[in-house]
């Protein structure tokens, strides 16, 4: 209860506030989480100052406390998920919804986040994948440089800035099958090229503290991985900032096997140098005894001490530990905050097919059949992890389209997301629910179907074995479909999804995640034309669950025309990179220069894009290079740079990439990084299977 906390602050028991609660949050006797909770504690300022006022004034040196939360996707205001905001390849737009963010939280006390998560992930089976920005290092480690600055600010000592965490260190996304918290067994080559670069990226934009992972890593935990955590993350990459645990981590070293008991997980956490033990309270009941038998050396808890005080002195809580309890009343979802919010979701939509050009739809459609479980659930639409977000706050599509076209636009949900396992009256409700579907489609102009998943279907141990449209959407979907009235699908999911029947038979698709509080008039913006969608898939579409993992950047083979199903092609639905635009761009004049470089030499690649469409739009040209051959198997393809542009009607832009020797460096048979004289090939163009094609050839001298 809440006395509990305030004495432990007053007897100075406690050093900072992770996600704690005083009730909704379910333990097993071992005290390890069991379940979601949104009465967590640092969402109250008042209780938070009152908290903070106990160990400054009243505990016996006076520290003050350190309080963190989950701030993945907006604190209050929500913005989309992060799988969504990195469709708009806009790390600019993606660092102000950090901004915003940190904003909000910081004025609730919240002064440090678990994120950006920068986890690559290949398996959408894998419920995380939509905290991440999906499958490429390159595009991660850019998005999670925008997030870290966005959250860290300028200083974080000022007062409106949150100590970001880079997540899940490391390969957490490479969990055995998808399935969270699994074993993760990948060459430390891969961990190296694929895992390691985005916390790099992450170090390298200041980002303050780093989290270690639940799972294994080639035989060693995480949170005890002393190669891992000591040696590459301190030693290599000059890492001097904090490094805490995940949520019972250090406790369930014992469940993997690898400690005895939490004396000894305990003892392998600070030897690895994790300074902040989360929730598993092996450091709160043992450190202390194992300093005493000699067993850990009492300059490790010096450090890691230091290292908490030294983020504290750095975020300013020494001189100014208290927070104004008023202002977050006064900038919780304010105007500017969700006009970055809606801009944001606009940003984030991807059009995965509009054949004949069925979007837009005119500005008056006549009569509208809005169609599914996800057009009007407010709470499905901010996806997981909502910190202080509020279903009340968010606009969903139905009232949205109801307010931009009045009565001509009509409602039936048809089904549910998830049909309960069970009772032959509940299957009878369901026919009658598409049945009434089927009767308002063929009393419309347009039906516009929203399906897909909802919020608890994505997030932390929210796998999935199946891609499918979860219950018996594909049903409602096929039975509007076959009423010949034209249909558009709108996606809102947190995974990319195996939706083969619906790309083959509805003319236009709709990716649009969960957008968040402005997802509503973001989605209607699109529908009706008065945003033109420009972002493009961080990630790709399997066809069927039986293809993954599919990434774009996998790596040759011996035997590449046989190496494939029986049943069905390698290729994708829809390749990463993928999305289109209501217009279109073209791409001419390719060029690189040097003609002849050296392995020295800056190489600039430029080539013309041109919106020979009638409309204004924005288009993300990407930059992709193929090493023909290396003294290690290179990947087919890999992404090295991108840019979003906005072009008028007609406007052309010559636009220029510069690669640097660092970017075509390999790391050889030895592990030593260095680049190679040879061929490469160049694809520069609009995803990662389009654009023209080009190519150079590095001398040694």
């Known amino acids: 209860d809440e006395q509990r906390f305030l004495t432990a602050a007053r007897e100075g028991r406690i050093g900072s506030l992770l996600n704690v609660a005083f009730d909704g949050v379910k333990v097993d006797a071992d005290g390890v989480y069991q379940e979601d909770s949104s009465q967590f504690f640092a969402k109250d300022p008042e209780r938070t100052n009152k908290l903070q ?56 006390g919240i002064r440090w986040t678990f994120c950006p998560m920068i986890d690559i992930a290949r398996d959408p089976r894998w419920g ?37 965490a880079a997540k899940h260190y490391l390969g957490y996304g490479a969990a055995e099958g998808g399935r969270d918290y699994n074993t993760v067994d990948v060459s430390e080559r891969t961990l190296r090229e694929i895992y390691l670069p985005p916390f790099q990226a992450a170090l390298d934009a200041g980002c303050g503290s780093v989290m270690v992972a639940f799972n294994e890593i080639n035989g060693v935990p995480a949170s005890g991985d002393a190669w891992a955590v000591r040696k590459l993350l301190r030693g290599e990459m000059g890492f001097d900032g904090l490094i805490v645990s995940d949520w019972g981590s250090i406790w369930e070293m014992t469940r993997h096997r690898s400690s005895v008991d939490l004396v000894d997980a305990t003892e392998q956490a600070i030897e690895a140098t994790v300074d902040v033990d989360m929730e598993s309270y092996g450091y709160a009941r043992h450190l202390a005894e194992l300093v005493e038998q000699g067993r850990v050396p009492e300059q490790l808890v010096d450090d890691a001490v230091g290292r908490l005080l030294t983020v504290k002195f750095q975020l300013g809580l020494f001189d100014e530990p208290y927070i104004d309890s008023s202002l977050a009343s006064r900038i919780m979802v304010c105007d500017e905050h969700r006009t970055a919010a809606r801009e944001m979701a606009q940003k984030s939509i991807v059009l995965l097919k509009n054949e004949g050009d069925a979007l837009p739809l005119a500005k008056t459609p006549g009569k509208v059949a809005v169609i599914g479980p996800l057009a009007d659930n407010a709470e499905a639409q901010l ?25 001509s636009v009509r409602y039936e949900r048809g089904v549910e ?67 010949g009235t034209p249909c558009v699908v ?45 972002g493009k898939l961080p990630v790709t579409f399997p066809q069927t669950v039986g293809q993954v993992p599919l990434y774009y950047n996998h790596k040759s083979t011996g035997r590449p025309t046989i190496s494939k199903y029986l049943d069905i092609p390698n290729k994708p639905l829809y390749p990463f990179g993928h999305g289109l635009s209501y217009t279109t761009f073209d791409y001419n004049s390719l060029e690189i220069a040097p003609a002849e470089p050296t392995i020295e030499d800056e ?8 919106n020979s469409g009638d409309r204004a739009g924005a288009e993300v040209v990407q930059l992709y290079l193929r090493d ?30 510069t690669l640097t020797p660092k970017q075509l460096a390999v790391r050889n048979r030895e592990g030593e990084v260095m680049v190679e004289p040879g061929q490469f090939d160049v694809l520069f163009g609009t995803s990662s299977v389009e654009g023209l094609k080009g190519s150079f050839r590095l001398q040694a001298e």
């Not at 190489?603 to 041109?610: H, Y």
């Open 383 to 407: 996806g997981s992890w909502l910190a202080a977000g509020r279903k009340e706050d968010a606009i969903t599509p139905l009232a949205e389209l109801q307010k931009r076209l009045g009565d």
């Open 603 to 610: 190489i600039t690649v430029v080539a013309t894009v041109t």
């Open 128 to 164: 995380r994948i939509v905290e991440g920005s999906g499958e490429d290092p390159h595009l991660q480690s850019v998005m999670a440089t925008a997030r870290v600055r966005g959250f860290q600010g300028e200083d974080l000592a000022d007062p409106e800035s949150v100590l970001a």
């Open 53 to 108: 006022r106990e160990a400054v004034e009243n505990s016996r040196l006076g520290i003050p406390l350190l309080f963190a939360h989950d701030v993945i996707h907006g604190y209050r205001t929500t913005f989309p998920v992060p799988l969504a905001e990195a469709c708009s390849w806009d790390p600019e737009q993606v660092e102000r919804s950090a901004r915003v963010a940190a904003i909000e939280a910081s004025a609730a």
């Open 417 to 483: 997301v998830e049909e309960p396992a069970s009772e032959d009256s509940r299957a009878n409700e369901t026919d009658t629910g598409i049945a009434a579907a089927v009767a308002l489609a063929k009393d419309s102009d347009v039906a516009i179907l929203f399906v897909g998943e909802h919020d608890k279907m994505s997030g932390e141990a929210k796998s999935r074995s199946s891609l499918d449209l979860p219950g018996r959407q594909i049903e409602l979907v096929k039975a509007v479909h076959a009423t």
């Open 628 to 657: 023909v051959a290396a003294s290690v198997t290179p990947p087919v393809l890999e992404l090295k740079n991108f840019r979003r542009i906005e072009l008028a009607p007609g406007e052309q832009q010559r636009v220029a990439f």
């Open 490 to 534: 709108v996606l809102m999911n947190g995974r990319p999804l195996s939706i083969r029947w619906t790309d083959q038979h509805v003319p236009a698709i709709v990716e649009a995640w969960f957008l968040g509080v402005e997802a509503g008039p973001a989605i209607a913006d699109v529908l009706l034309g008065d945003f033109n969608p420009g």
